[in-house]
T-cell receptor, first 111, second 117 residues
Framework: DVKVTQSSRYLVKRTGEKVFLECVQD?????MFWYRQDPGLGLRLIYF???????EKGDIPEGYSVSREKKERFSLILESASTNQTSMYLC??????????FGPGTRLTVL | AQTVTQSQPEMSVQEAETVTLSCTYD???????LFWYKQPPSRQMILVIR??????QNATENRFSVNFQKAAKSFSLKISDSQLGDAAMYFC??????????????FGQGTTLQVKP
């Protein structure tokens, strides 16, 4: 079975802190994705990566950056967390022509 | 640009009954994938069913089946013999098929399904 894991299920941070959300997949997938999910807004793509060290902006990249140094790991970075970044963050991965598989999500609260 | 629309924010069904969730999409491509994902409350998003646009036969997966109408750009999900565990938010999603694609999904807004005992 495909496994996508995220470093934390719940995270509480303070405004201005630097926050790292990590995602690891075990299926040798080329593509990895970070989404943000908010009530009434559905899933919105923040960033994605189609290869190691390659990244592209999604629909809402402002305030976020990403890192993909190894194929299996894709990190989302909030350089200076703000309260409007309180949300559920979902990581996903897929092969070139395969289904996208999701991690369990990280619920981030920024105080 | 492709879009996906789920016009039913909420639906409810009686246990053991059948319910259909609607999804329409807009694209100029001829080859693509369509998906239904399920997200139970506070739980992981999982794939329910997948359809390749070049296949005329509607995909089925146990109690879940789709009605894929390519010309109408419609992709509805039918859940038969609904169970309490089917209660979740359901997302319809589109993915382009062509070479060089990055696997990006375009999601609908989601439909929350309530199952009544």
């Amino acid at each position: 079975d495909v496994k996508v894991t995220q470093s934390s299920r719940y995270l509480v941070k303070r405004t201005g802190e630097k926050v790292f959300l990590e995602c690891v997949q075990d299926m040798d997938h080329e593509n990895m994705f970070w989404y943000r999910q908010d009530p009434g807004l559905g899933l919105r793509l923040i960033y994605f990566s189609y290869d190691v060290k390659m990244k592209e902006k999604g629909d809402i990249p402002e305030g976020y950056s990403v890192s993909r140094e190894k194929k299996e790991r894709f990190s989302l970075i909030l350089e200076s967390a703000s309260t409007n970044q309180t949300s559920m963050y979902l990581c996903a991965s897929s092969g070139r022509r395969s289904t996208q598989y999701f991690g369990p999500g990280t619920r981030l609260t920024v105080l | 640009a492709q879009t996906v629309t789920q016009s039913q924010p909420e639906m409810s069904v009686q246990e053991a009954e059948t319910v259909t969730l609607s999804c329409t999409y807009d694209t100029s491509e001829s080859d693509y994938y369509l998906f239904w994902y399920k997200q139970p409350p506070s739980r992981q998003m999982i794939l329910v069913i997948r359809q390749e646009a070049y296949k005329q036969q509607n995909a089925t997966e146990n109690r879940f089946s789709v009605n894929f109408q390519k010309a109408a750009k419609s992709f509805s999900l039918k859940i038969s013999d609904s169970q309490l565990g089917d209660a979740a938010m359901y997302f319809c999603a589109y993915r382009t098929y062509g070479s060089g694609n990055t696997g990006k999904l375009i999601f609908g807004q989601g439909t929350t399904l309530q199952v009544k005992p």
